[in-house]
């Protein structure tokens, strides 16, 4: 069979290479301009400061939005609106009472979800049809980790009996898992619909990740249950890591979400990480990590033409069937999974931002050192999400039943996300460096009114630091009693590294990850993030 031009593997090379390069000549555009024309460099510099600074502003907005829409939604008992739905006329009365006591624009948007649908009562699904597959993925975590995960499953405020949890143990680490496992189904089984565990062993032309592991329960659960009566369309499955805890609503709050929509075919599910189970335990820089990482989803829930799929998410079995489950032949399987949904869609595929919690762990080490080594390496497994950006290429080239603006448009969001994460700290740390050097330059008025406007900038920088401080307190699970005030006081502190978390922590591992791929040293597993708690849960609140 003759290979297409754009799947040979010169054309995917020059694609795996192509971020890298921009990002590094971005990067070093500053330190050549500083020698051409070193005004045109202050130019440069200052309106890339300005559009920073407009960027700066738009998220903070979107921050806070997105902020006050997941407190709303994590006080709602949606397993009471979710009854309400056997009469749309109930649910139309709840938005609108709501909407006329707090004027918030949430609900006024919920509000006119439920009346586009035309009071068509028909159109809404019985939400006692659904049933949820819950796939916990397990690596070398243990007992302390997998059983609290299940007992917030279990707390949960919906019927257990429409649960199906599935846990996905790996063969490499079998002994640990089998004598977990067994706690587990003895004292927990029979509160759900069903209990089951397998084992993945790794196959030829698997990659060794999260990935492979789930397909294989995945697969599996379907095989033994596709005969049992349930349609793929009524069974909702979500995955999670081993870690993960949902939140309370996080169930009813899904379900309706999926019989409220019309076309909830197509769509994927996408809660909101809070990396805040064990926050109070890491040290100051994963701190920021973990605060950072949960708030940008809050951003891209606002921009949902831009959110993908990250960690836990929700897909119908119906959906998982068309794209053959995850992909077992990439390390970063969640964000991939976005695309394989939109290309075997055909591009009719969208993520809905639920604005509820699932609760994950920050990342923890033996001690400071090796906790900020697990932070970089977690964080570079992540920016390996890069090698999506071929895949794009490719099937936006395959695909043309999708509109070719849409196509460019995907390939422009995956490669800009990407190129701006390597590189944008980088310029904005070290753009300025050869103009300081540079004496001709210093003399002129352009170096002192652009070096004025790059410290009120630095200025409002504290505006977005103060922010983060502000909301993170609404949201962080109570302190345990073993911490004292120090910490704190350290929470505020904290926010004083921001900028070396920005360069070292964030950008240099998405800098390597690019690099890589120039050089053809790519990541050959999955870098499994350890696991460790020094403080039991506390109560996360609602």
């Given at each position: 069979m003759t290979e297409n031009w754009y799947e040979s593997r010169k054309f995917i090379r020059f694609l795996e290479i192509i971020p890298g390069l921009f990002a590094w000549g971005f990067i070093a555009l500053p330190f050549v301009l500083a020698f051409v024309s070193p005004v045109a460099l202050g130019v440069l510099i200052m309106l890339y400061s300005m559009i920073w600074l407009g960027k700066a502003l738009n998220i903070s907005r979107h921050l806070v939005s997105g902020f006050f829409r997941l407190r709303k939604n994590m006080k709602i008992n949606w397993l009471d609106l979710l009854k309400k739905t056997s009469k749309i006329k109930k649910v139309e009365t709840f938005w609108l009472n709501r909407s006329k006591r707090f004027k918030k624009p949430s609900d006024k948007e919920e509000l006119g979800l439920v009346r586009a649908l035309g009071s068509r009562q028909d159109l809404i699904k019985d939400w006692?049809?659904?049933?949820?597959?819950?796939?916990?993925?397990?690596?070398?975590?243990?007992?302390?980790?997998?059983?609290?995960?299940?007992?917030?499953?279990?707390?949960?405020?919906?019927?257990?009996?429409?649960?199906?949890?599935?846990?996905?143990?790996?063969e490499k680490y079998k002994e640990g898992f089998l004598e977990d496992i067994k706690i587990l189904e003895k004292k927990y089984a029979h509160k759900f619909k069903d209990f089951r565990w397998y084992l993945h062993t790794l196959k030829d032309g698997e990659v060794v990740g999260k990935g492979s592991n789930i397909t294989n329960a995945g697969k599996k659960f379907w095989k033994d249950y596709k005969n049992k009566?349930?349609?793929?369309?009524?069974?909702?499955?979500?995955?999670?890591?081993?870690?993960?805890?949902?939140?309370?609503?996080?169930?009813?709050?899904?379900?309706?979400?999926?019989?409220?929509?019309?076309?909830?075919?197509?769509?994927?599910?996408?809660?909101?990480?809070?990396?805040?189970?064990?926050i109070w335990d890491v040290p100051m820089l994963n701190r920021i990590a973990a605060v950072s990482t949960s708030f940008w989803q809050f951003i891209e829930g606002m921009r949902s033409y831009k959110l993908r799929t990250f960690a836990a998410h929700s897909q119908t079995m119906d959906t998982l069937l068309k794209t053959d489950f995850w992909s077992v032949k990439t390390i970063v399987e969640d964000g991939h999974q976005y695309w394989r949904t939109y290309f075997a869609l055909g591009g009719d595929a969208h993520i809905v931002p639920m604005y509820i919690p699932v609760y994950q762990d920050a990342v923890l080490g033996e001690n400071v050192w090796q906790s900020i080594k697990n932070q970089y390496k977690q964080l570079r497994r992540w920016s390996w999400g890069v090698t999506d950006f071929p895949f794009v290429v490719i099937n936006a080239i395959k695909h043309k039943e999708i509109p070719l603006f849409e196509r460019l448009l995907q390939i422009y969001r995956q490669f800009i996300s990407f190129f701006t994460w390597a590189s944008a700290s980088f310029f904005l740390a070290t753009s300025w460096i050869p103009l300081a050097l540079s004496q001709a330059f210093q003399d002129t008025a352009f170096a002192h009114n652009s070096s004025l406007?790059?410290?009120?900038?630095?200025?409002?920088?504290?505006?977005?630091?103060?922010?983060?401080?502000?909301?993170?307190?609404?949201?962080?699970?109570?302190?345990?009693?073993?911490?004292?005030?120090?910490?704190?006081?350290?929470?505020?502190?904290?926010?004083?590294?921001?900028?070396?978390?920005?360069?070292?922590?964030l950008a240099l591992p998405a800098l390597e990850t690019q690099t890589r791929l120039i050089i053809n040293k790519r990541l050959e597993y999955f870098w499994v993030t350890p696991k460790l708690r020094k403080s039991e849960l506390t109560h996360l609140k609602k």
């Open positions: 006692r049809d659904l049933y949820h597959v819950v796939i916990f993925a397990v690596s070398s975590e243990r007992l302390d980790i997998t059983e609290s995960s299940l007992k917030f499953i279990i707390a949960s405020n919906y019927p257990n009996d429409k649960i199906i949890v599935v846990f996905a143990g790996e009566g349930l349609l793929p369309e009524n069974m909702i499955v979500t995955t999670l890591d081993a870690d993960h805890t949902v939140h309370c609503e996080y169930f009813a709050r899904l379900s309706y979400q999926y019989v409220m929509d019309s076309n909830r075919h197509n769509k994927t599910y996408q809660p909101i990480p809070l990396l805040f189970n064990n406007y790059a410290s009120k900038t630095l200025s409002f920088a504290w505006f977005g630091v103060f922010l983060n401080y502000w909301l993170s307190l609404f949201l962080f699970p109570p302190k345990p009693k073993h911490y004292g005030l120090r910490y704190n006081l350290e929470m505020i502190f904290q926010w004083v590294f921001s900028p070396i978390f920005a360069i070292f922590i």
